[in-house]
T-cell receptor, first 113, second 112 residues
């Protein structure tokens, strides 16, 4: 157990809808990163938040957005869902802004129909 | 895009044998990490090796890093059925956002 939780576990949406995924980091971890993992692929970095500010972003469009809250929780929001957004979404927390060991949650499986 | 490429993509061995997985990457790195993932669930951190280190051990795991060849290997000795999982290498680069860049993984199956 990493102490990182995510909700919901599974989610089914239709194309064009919006979705919010949630993550609760380990206490004291002020950095959270989000990753998208398509079936059979490795995770791809979406963005990172450090002390409630976006700290870096991968090659994802603006319809992927995030929030980080002072209570070590965070959100990933995806607007105008597309079929290719179907994936496992992972959040990972770490104690600092440098990338050392990241502690991953179990993920949210999103299916877009 | 994927920074690391794992080799082989799939590996099947008998319980008790050793398993070796390789990872190659493209750009200079701060460190390289190996993670395990069971059946599409969350990733579990196994080991981190820094760019100035050449070898590291943790229990039955041995990781090597050759920065001149931009490659790393993960050796699991005396494999067990519970080691069945996907294994990913991830690099932390000097460039851009502070992020982990993962390869596509090696699917390891340990047969009893």
């Amino acid at each position: 157990e990493t102490g990182v939780t995510q909700s919901p576990t599974h989610l089914i949406k239709t194309r064009g809808q919006q979705v919010t995924l949630r993550c609760s980091s380990q206490s004291g971890h002020n950095t959270v990163s989000w990753y998208q993992q398509a079936l059979g692929q490795g995770p791809q970095f979406i963005f990172q938040y450090y002390r409630e500010e976006e700290n870096g972003r991968g090659n994802f469009p603006p319809r992927f957005s995030g929030l980080q809250f002072p209570n070590y929780s965070s959100e990933l929001n995806v607007n105008a869902l597309e079929l290719d957004d179907s994936a496992l979404y992972l959040c990972a927390s770490s104690p600092g802004s440098s990338v050392d060991t990241q502690y991953f949650g179990p993920g949210t499986r999103l299916t877009v129909l | 895009s994927q920074q690391g490429e794992e080799d082989p993509q799939a590996l099947s061995i008998q319980e008790g044998e050793n398993a070796t997985m390789n990872c190659s990457y493209k750009t200079s790195i701060n460190n390289l990490q190996w993670y395990r993932q069971n059946s599409g669930r969350g990733l579990v951190h196994l080991i981190l090796i820094r760019s100035n280190e050449r070898e590291k051990h943790s229990g039955r795991l041995r990781v090597t890093l050759d920065t001149s060849k931009k490659s790393s290997s993960l050796l699991i000795t005396a494999s067990r059925a519970a080691d069945t999982a996907s294994y990913f290498c991830a690099t932390d680069t000097f460039q851009g956002a502070q992020k982990l860049v993962f390869g596509q993984g090696t699917r390891l199956t340990i047969n009893p």
